[in-house]
């Protein structure tokens, strides 16, 4: 684990806690990681799809951090990762790990470079295409770095993003990767991200029955060609079953589901039952603490708009119903508290409404076992945004 603090980091204002501190000595505001729940969730994921014949290549674009990457790895039984960008995927190699898909397209001669040289350097590195010029650009580079990247032909399966749109485009573009110098086609990136926070059950089956089948007919003809389709990777916290389940798919590249947050939370299940009553726990928390109680009914913490992302909504209280977070400003977060039960410095711990963008506004995460700090973690790729 990268677990290396400098002795001489001051509490405040290097760091917001060193191990052995009780989260009320924290300062705030800061992301907290629950030890046993973040564990739990690892697990838990690697139970899920035990019976279906997928791997799962957890999304490090998440957390960003080489320490939770590394325990997805191990006790989550991950088979890689996915990253979205090259200079995050540098920071992982970087820390030892060796398999990498970036689930994404790399265009620029410079980040294509990159790409390249990590390859050189000893790195499976996968990436999506989904332009014939940009084949002929990864080619190109990995001639001249004397290597090879492995390919996946993107699918658009209804997001509305990055990929191609029918069945004739994947082989077009399938058949000038095999064709091409020092390059491998791997197969297909087929991932539906507007669909993972639909809460709705039936709705999220519905779409991913029709983006199945689309997908099979795509690994159909691609065999039909005679192109192996090794790979059909794609799938989220909100839909990985559907896919792990299809019997096309080869892996999931859930990412969330190590943290879960306040959207995903509002996500149900075949049962009707919320994500994070039944499957997951909420293991990432951003700790505040109340600065002001001066106006009735309300309180004031320190966590607002520049500590969180609330593109996803606000947070949630954890374990309150007694309270709301209903506004924030750049610095303060407004929380209703009707009978004023809050008090100067008391501490909460709030779900952030989207886990990916608030991570990334971080330095560190907090590790947390027992109300005890057990370690500090970098979010190792923050800003990694090339």
Known sequence: ??????????????????????????????LIVDLDRLEYNLKKMADLIAPFNVSLRAHAKMHKSVDVALLQLTIGQASGICCQKVSEA??????????????????????????AGLAASGCRISVCVDD?????????????????????????CGAGRCGVLNVAQVVELASAIDAAHCLVFEGLQAYQGRIQHETDYGLRQKVMKDVIAKVKDCRDTLAAAELSCRVVSGGGTGTFLFEAASGVF????????????????????????????????????????????ALDGHAVCDAGLKVQSVDSGLPVIFDHDDITYITCSDEHGVIRDKDNKLKINDKLRLVPGHCDPTCNLHDWYVCVRDGKVEALWPVSARGKAW
């Not at 970087?94 to 790409?115: E, F, H, M, P, Y």
């Not at 892996?251 to 879960?260: I, L, R």
């Open 132 to 156: 014939m010029r940009n084949v002929a650009m990864l080619s190109e580079e990995a001639r001249k770095q004397n290597t090879q990247i492995h390919c996946l032909v993107e699918l658009d």
């Open 90 to 115: 540098e920071v992982f190699f970087r820390a030892g790990i060796t398999d990498i898909l970036i689930t994404n397209q790399v265009c620029d001669a410079r980040k294509i470079s990159r790409l």
């Open 1 to 30: 684990m990268i677990n290396k603090i400098n002795p001489q980091a001051e509490i405040g204002f290097d760091v917001p806690a060193v191990p052995g501190m009780t989260e009320s000595e924290v300062q705030t505001p800061c």
């Open 250 to 293: 080869t892996e999931v590249q859930c990412g969330s589901y190590a943290f879960m947050d306040a959207d995903y939370g509002r996500v149900h299940n075949r049962e009707g039952a919320r994500l994070d009553q039944s499957e997951w726990a909420n293991a990432l928390f951003l700790l505040t603490s109340v600065m002001s109680t």
